[in-house]
């Protein structure tokens, strides 16, 4: 290199033109594995990230050996900046999985699991009927090694800043055990073991007490048991029909069939005896809060089908899928 070279190099650096200084050293046949070239290159991701150019910064980053200096933090910065950035837009669903991809890269890094967490509240704020959005964590594997793991809710409807949403699976099996839902061993295990330990405070702090309607059962005239006061509930036969689907043709049907996680499916199969049961595939059925004959409750079978006689409350077989309503605040 002459010294005029050296001369407009050192220049260009000077004046932050560093794009400028490179393309000299590239024309001279300097590379990374040059101290003066990376060096103006490292130069440079700093200037870049200085200037909130986080995505030009982490590409000027990464062509350098990882080792070089702080190269693997200021590429963690580079990123965690860039996540921040597809922030921006809460109702950019595809940036925001692209920052969520980052965060979980960055693991401890700054607050990237405060970020992650930020992100499924930004979910929540922008969901509305037909998407599935995450809260709370439930054993859903009977594998020791699997802990637990997300719940995945279907978002039925939204009303202003809430949304009511129903377990997108069955995730247990148990009895009913009541002639109402008003004293069901269901009901209180819902708002109680349920709802305390499937999820955190925060969380808890989102689940509003609701009026649920308990009408009494005009075809077969028995007692629904009054309105109750819940956080965790059943849908009943009116909101399936109104937010799932009402008729009984093929497309119904499906709409309503709901897959078991492991840890239900397995619980199913040990207590129901081999072939002897609906095959529908995974699908399993599942309780619905209203009475039926006396001693009876509705539920939706495994080939998604509503039977109006319902089955007995003792049945132990029946799946749950618990309902609710998230506050999504402002």
């Not at 999985?97 to 890094?109: H, R, T």
């Not at 969901?127 to 594998?143: C, H, M, N, P, V």
């Not at 039925?156 to 008003?182: A, F, I, M, P, Q």
């Not at 095959?279 to 004959?293: F, I, K, S, V, Y």
Request: with cysteine; proline share 3%.
């Amino acid at each position: 290199m002459t010294e005029a070279q050296k001369s407009r190099v050192k220049a260009y650096i000077n004046d932050k033109k560093f794009e400028e200084a490179l393309t000299i050293l590239k024309d001279l046949g300097y590379s990374v594995t040059d101290e003066l070239f990376a060096e103006t290159e490292y130069n440079y991701a700093v200037y870049l990230l200085e200037q909130e150019s986080y995505n030009h910064a982490k590409n000027v980053l990464e062509e350098l050996d990882e080792n070089y200096k702080d190269v693997r933090e200021k590429t963690k910065a580079a990123k965690y900046g860039l996540a921040c950035s597809y922030m921006k837009d809460p109702k950019d669903d595809y940036m925001l999985k692209k920052a969520v991809k980052y965060f979980k890269e960055l693991g401890d890094y700054s607050d990237s699991a405060q970020k992650l967490i930020e992100i499924d509240h930004l979910k929540f704020i922008n969901s509305d009927a037909g998407d599935i959005i995450s809260l709370g964590k439930l054993k859903q594997s009977r594998l020791i090694s699997i802990g637990k793991e997300p719940i995945n809710w279907r978002v039925l409807k939204r009303e202003g800043n809430r949304v009511l949403v129903v377990s997108e699976k069955v995730l247990d099996c148990r009895e009913y055990g009541s002639e109402t839902w008003k004293d069901s061993p269901l009901r209180s295990y819902l708002n109680g073991e349920f709802f305390n330990t499937v999820f955190t405070s925060s969380e808890r702090a989102m689940i509003p007490t609701v009026t649920v309607k308990n009408p009494d059962n005009e075809t077969y005239g028995t007692y629904g048991g009054g309105d109750t006061e819940d956080k965790i509930f059943l849908l009943s036969l009116d909101e399936v029909k109104q937010y799932i689907a009402d008729g009984n043709e093929t497309p119904d049907h499906e709409a309503r069939r709901a897959e078991g996680t492991t840890w239900a499916r397995e619980k199913y199969d040990e207590l129901v005896p081999p072939n002897t049961y609906d095959q529908a595939g995974d699908t399993m059925q599942w309780w619905l809060r209203d009475p039926a004959e006396e001693s009876y409750h509705l539920y939706v079978s495994t080939g998604g089908n509503l039977y109006p006689e319902g089955i007995k409350m003792s049945f132990n077989q029946c799946g749950v899928r618990p309902a609710m309503w998230i506050e999504l605040g402002e």
